[in-house]
């Protein structure tokens, strides 16, 4: 790849036209449970733009630059209380959407009155609060998140800061072919007669690590299938893992038996992303500290209050080389810290121009060519990619069985599609 169209990949930050595309569509600023009423404001960073969230005294959600727009100190110290945030250094006390409602250093008749803090819209949902960074003016429609299909859908959410580019990170998410190797000690190939698997891992029903990959380009992005050999019936089966691209920055990967699963890539800037995990399902799936624990993602355990990580590129992420030599294929503790490992280690924006990409990446392959593109689109002037698009997220799914070999893995990516999935 050449690094003029890296550039356009990846970068996002100020008129980048990445990062006018991230700004047509809604983006995540936290998860909703960071947010108390009267609680402590949260620092949050997107495409280059720092912002401070909070909820006031109402419940009512606030977006704000973290600026102060008196002198600039960060409203991230301020006291929240009494349906607003209030600048520490001088007093100045903002709204939910912005209006200055009490400017303790300034006289009753000052012109300064007229003021207001630059304000994002914020809506909730899904678990997360988002907020539109782009044109004021053209504010798109929020659209359901497809983890969110009803308001009962059970959500649990890992929440993980990435020390590199998200769209190094956004690769490792359509990369099926990885899991057979880095994440092999946490889903290990099931042995179909007594398997020694734990409850926890999640078993392949093929030990095949080398899918046949085939995508096909849709209107909100493109979905692909990786293609195994199946431990069972080889001859008239296959195994099926599908994998759903929202653009620009959402993965549906395949589910488990247990519950569905999407991915968040989200640019925190140029150099860093926020790495956001959902596990849900209609009524049970697993719950929030369970899932966190499975992840190894437990903040204050395994995460520092800014959610960045205690295993990380400068300790080696603790890899265990005694663990290694006993079994454990990576000796780093934790499914998203074995993928942190690999994405961090290509630096803090991948190198591209010295790739030697196989017949495994064509997943990759399809999502560069889409997204600079897209990038380049948007620079003439068109629409950006996922605002035109005809399909409603909550009717997107991935899939993962193992089928007859006759059936279209195209048709198993839509929910109805899935219910009426041959029973395996
Ligand atoms: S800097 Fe915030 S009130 Fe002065
Ligand atoms: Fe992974």
């Given at each position: 790849m050449r690094p003029a169209d890296n550039d356009l990949l990846c970068r996002v930050e100020g008129d980048a036209p990445m990062g006018r595309i991230m700004r047509q569509h809604w983006l995540p600023v936290c998860m909703s449970e960071e947010l108390e009423a009267d609680g402590a404001p949260v620092k949050s960073r997107l495409v280059g733009v720092d912002l401070v969230a909070f909820r006031d005294t109402a419940g009512k959600v606030g977006v704000l630059d973290e600026r102060c727009p008196h002198r600039g100190a960060s409203l991230a110290f301020g006291r929240n209380e009494d349906c607003g945030l209030r600048c520490l250094y001088h007093g100045w006390k903002f709204a939910t959407d912005g209006e200055i409602v009490d400017m303790a250093s300034e006289p009753a008749d000052s012109r300064m009155r007229n003021l207001r803090a630059r304000a994002y819209p914020a809506h909730e949902a899904g678990g997360f609060v988002w907020a539109w960074l782009g044109d004021p003016e053209a504010v798109r429609p929020f659209e359901t998140p497809a983890w969110a299909p009803t308001p009962t859908t059970k959500i649990a959410i890992v929440k993980m800061h990435a020390a590199c580019n998200w769209a190094q990170v956004l690769e490792g998410s359509i990369d099926s072919a990885h899991s057979s190797s880095l994440h092999s000690t946490n889903m290990p190939t099931a042995e179909v007669e007594g398997s020694t698997a734990t409850e926890t891992a999640w078993l392949r029903p093929s030990n095949d690590k080398a899918p046949r990959l085939e995508a096909e380009v849709t209107d909100y992005g493109f979905h692909y299938a990786a293609l195994r050999r199946p431990i069972r019936d080889p001859e008239t089966h296959v195994y099926v893992r599908s994998t759903v691209f929202i653009a620009p920055f959402t993965v549906l990967i395949p589910p488990n038996d247990k519950y569905n699963l999407a991915q968040m890539l989200v640019p925190i800037d140029d150099e860093n992303c926020m790495f956001y995990w959902i596990a849900w399902h209609p009524t049970g799936g697993i719950g929030q500290d369970a899932w966190r624990r499975f992840c190894a993602a437990v903040p204050g355990v395994d995460l520092n209050p800014d959610w960045t990580k205690k295993r990380n590129l400068q300790n080696n992420f603790l890899q265990d080389r005694a663990a290694m030599a006993a079994g454990d294929f990576t000796g780093i503790e934790g499914i998203p810290a074995q993928d942190m490992a690999m994405w961090e280690s290509m630096g803090p924006?991948?190198?591209?121009?010295?790739d030697h990409l196989g017949s495994s990446d064509v997943a990759i392959i399809q999502f560069r060519r889409q997204m600079v593109a897209a990038a380049k689109a948007v620079q003439k002037g068109e629409p950006a990619i996922g605002t035109t698009s005809k399909s409603r997220q909550v009717d997107l799914a991935s899939f993962e069985g193992v089928v007859p070999k006759t059936a279209d893995w195209r048709t198993f990516t839509t929910r109805n599609a899935r219910q009426a999935e041959p029973a395996e």
């Open positions: 924006i991948a190198d591209r121009s010295e």
